[in-house]
């Protein structure tokens, strides 16, 4: 079944540690985006990419990176986690049809300590 | 700038009300879509219903349909016969620069009371 995936859900760290958020989909999308929404908040686009070897920053400021080396994978990547970046991450694709419609994955709740 | 506008932050309803949520945007873009998607507690964010902008017709999907004013650059969601399932933030989006990207609005709580 075609669908987006994101691990882990949960995730409690401490400060300085690097962490990777992975996210999948396997619908063959080629734009993928992330978002940061704080609980119950709205959400602010930090990266965005339209195909393999494409990568964006959002309207909002991150100190994560990403990656796009292959069209179903963008994996975001924090080198020295802080408490500031403690937040919900959603991980979205679109493809040609529907009007750039995007798809959700479940999201990572990341917490650092 | 363009800018997308939720100017409920929270609603609450009996069962079996019809509840309207109002949204307005700014866009350049010429053909588009709208979107207004639900996000339940502590659930995935899933797709409600989207609105091709060069429609004249308002979409409806079952008990949701939009009212869509282009010239004013507002689209509302209206829920029928509301349920308990349909307590949830909703988000409505708009296009910006391309539309490649979505802008989201600062988001609704519904909550749906029995």
């Known amino acids: 079944e075609a669908d987006i995936y994101q691990t882990p859900r949960y995730l409690v760290i401490g400060t300085g540690k690097k962490i990777t958020l992975e996210c999948s989909q396997t619908m063959g999308h080629d734009k993928m985006y992330w978002y940061q929404q704080d609980p119950g908040m709205e959400l602010h686009l930090i990266h965005y990419?339209?195909?393999?070897?494409?990568?964006e920053k959002g309207d909002l400021s991150s100190e994560s990176t990403v990656s796009r080396i292959r069209t179903e994978h963008f994996p975001l990547t924090l080198e020295s986690a802080r408490p500031s970046h403690t937040s919900q991450y959603l991980c979205?694709?679109?493809?040609?049809?529907?009007?750039?419609?995007?798809?959700f994955g479940p999201g990572t709740r990341l917490t650092v300590l | 700038a363009q800018t997308v506008t939720q100017s409920q932050p929270e609603m609450s309803v009996q069962e079996a009300e019809t509840v309207t949520l109002s949204c307005t945007y700014d866009t350049s873009e010429n053909n588009y879509y709208l979107f207004w998607y639900k996000q339940p507690p502590s659930r995935q964010m899933i797709l409600v219903i989207r609105q091709e902008a060069y429609k004249q017709q308002n979409a409806t999907e079952n008990r949701f349909s939009v009212n869509f004013q282009k010239a004013a650059k507002s689209f509302s969601l209206k829920i029928s016969d509301s349920q308990l399932g349909d307590t949830a933030m909703y988000f409505c989006?708009?296009?910006?620069?391309?539309?490649?990207?979505?802008?989201f609005g600062q988001g609704t709580r519904l909550t749906i009371n029995p």
């Open positions: 989006a708009a296009p910006i620069q391309g539309a490649q990207k979505l802008v």
């Open positions: 990419s339209y195909g393999v070897n494409s990568t």
């Open positions: 979205a694709s679109a493809g040609l049809a529907g009007g750039n419609e995007q798809f």
